[in-house]
T-cell receptor, first 115, second 111 residues
Framework: AQSVSQHNHHVILSEAASLELGCNYS??????LFWYVQYPGQHLQLLLK??????LVKGIKGFEAEFIKSKFSFNLRKPSVQWSDTAEYFC?????????????FGSGTQLTVLP | KAGVTQTPRYLIKTRGQQVTLSCSPI?????VSWYQQTPGQGLQFLFE???????NKGNFPGRFSGRQFSNSRSEMNVSTLELGDSALYLC??????????FGPGTRLTVT
């Protein structure tokens, strides 16, 4: 079974700082990778996804992520964070085999951006 | 398009009771998945339904069950509630199960 690790549980940054959140997965086959964000009081929203092709994917709100197959990683980045980016960020993976789909989530990273 | 809707949004039940939660997917989506979110265990997959058939099931006891109707709406049921079932239950809809869009969740409190 696949698993996902997010090593940073809580990250605190000042506005305009750069962000990188780590995500590593364990699965030997082909995977589909996602980042979701949960703003305070809101539902989970899809930030970006990777299925195949260019390993650098761009998402909404200026976020991007890079898939590095050799490192089993899919780190989330943003060059300059804003106070409104304060939220919990979840990395998730689903395997590309069969028709059944399930997302396996990491434990989440709480990002706090100080004004 | 309207997003995923879940009802009720909040629920308080007593140990031993049973509860039914409802999810209406995005129009045209045929896959509905359910997840449990708790502070201790995070987000865990419960099951997925596609065209009224359970296609995948997570590692939860048989007290957790679900079904999907012909209009793709889905319900999940938890019988004989335990304190540990207190959680946010999330429903996600998808065209084919790959890219999942989440609803606001139902906050279940078991007392």
């Amino acid at each position: 079974a696949q698993s996902v690790s997010q090593h940073n549980h809580h990250v605190i940054l000042s506005e305009a700082a750069s962000l990188e959140l780590g995500c590593n997965y364990s699965y030997g086959g082909t995977v589909n990778l996602f980042w979701y964000v949960q703003y305070p009081g809101q539902h989970l929203q899809l930030l970006l996804k990777y299925f195949s092709g260019d390993p650098l994917v761009k998402g909404i709100k200026g976020f991007e992520a890079e898939f590095i197959k050799s490192k089993f990683s899919f780190n989330l980045r943003k060059p300059s964070v804003q106070w409104s980016d304060t939220a919990e960020y979840f990395c998730a993976v689903s395997v590309s085999s069969g028709s059944a789909r399930q997302l396996t989530f990491g434990s989440g990273t709480q990002l706090t951006v100080l004004p | 398009k309207a997003g995923v809707t879940q009802t009720p949004r909040y629920l308080i039940k007593t140990r031993g009771q049973q509860v039914t939660l409802s999810c209406s997917p995005i129009s045209g989506h045929r896959s509905v998945s359910w997840y449990q979110q708790t502070p201790g265990q995070g987000l865990q997959f419960l099951f997925e339904y596609f065209s009224e058939t359970q296609r995948n099931k997570g590692n939860f006891p048989g007290r957790f069950s679900g079904r999907q109707f012909s209009n793709s709406r889905s319900e999940m049921n938890v019988s004989t509630l335990e304190l540990g079932d207190s959680a946010l239950y999330l429903c996600a809809s998808s065209l084919e199960g790959l890219v999942q869009y989440f609803g606001p969740g139902t906050r279940l409190t078991v007392t």
